[in-house]
Nanobody, 122 residues
Framework: QVQLEESGGGVVQPGDSLRLSCAAS????????MGWFRQAPGKEREFVALIGRGGTTSYGDFVQGRFTISRDNAKNTANLQMNGLKPEDTAVYYCAADQRYFGKTGNRYDYWGQGTQVTVSS
């Protein structure tokens, strides 16, 4: 079992950057595939990025090279570097973990954090 806590959200202007972190407590973080999802008001949850146990990454189509997901197994963290933020990136960002599933379907992940708010506004 793993507990997840996101941090790093905030209010920024268009074009700015943010670095989100997901801290995991529990055992064997390195055995989990880690995903980032987001949900804007009135919209469905959306896949953002994922990183597998071995470091393989995948991104949502909207990312278009602006975001980078990484993990530090020594520190039990998964990070999402977001550059070139746009107003449409405004959402609550969640990290998720699963030991078996590696994919873009949020319902397949067993563990979720509480989320961190990202607001992009001029």
């Amino acid at each position: 079992q793993v507990q997840l806590e996101e941090s790093g959200g905030g209010v920024v202007q268009p074009g700015d950057s943010l670095r989100l972190s997901c801290a995991a407590s529990g055992r064997a973080f390195s055995t989990y595939n880690m995903g980032w999802f987001r949900q804007a008001p009135g919209k469905e949850r959306e896949f953002v990025a994922l990183i597998g146990r071995g470091g393989t990454t995948s991104y949502g189509d909207f990312v278009q090279g602006r975001f980078t997901i990484s993990r530090d197994n020594a520190k039990n963290t998964a990070n999402l570097q977001m550059n070139g933020l746009k107003p449409e990136d405004t959402a609550v960002y969640y990290c998720a973990a699963d030991q078996r599933y590696f994919g873009k379907t949020g319902n397949r992940y067993d563990y979720w954090g509480q989320g961190t708010q990202v607001t992009v506004s001029s």
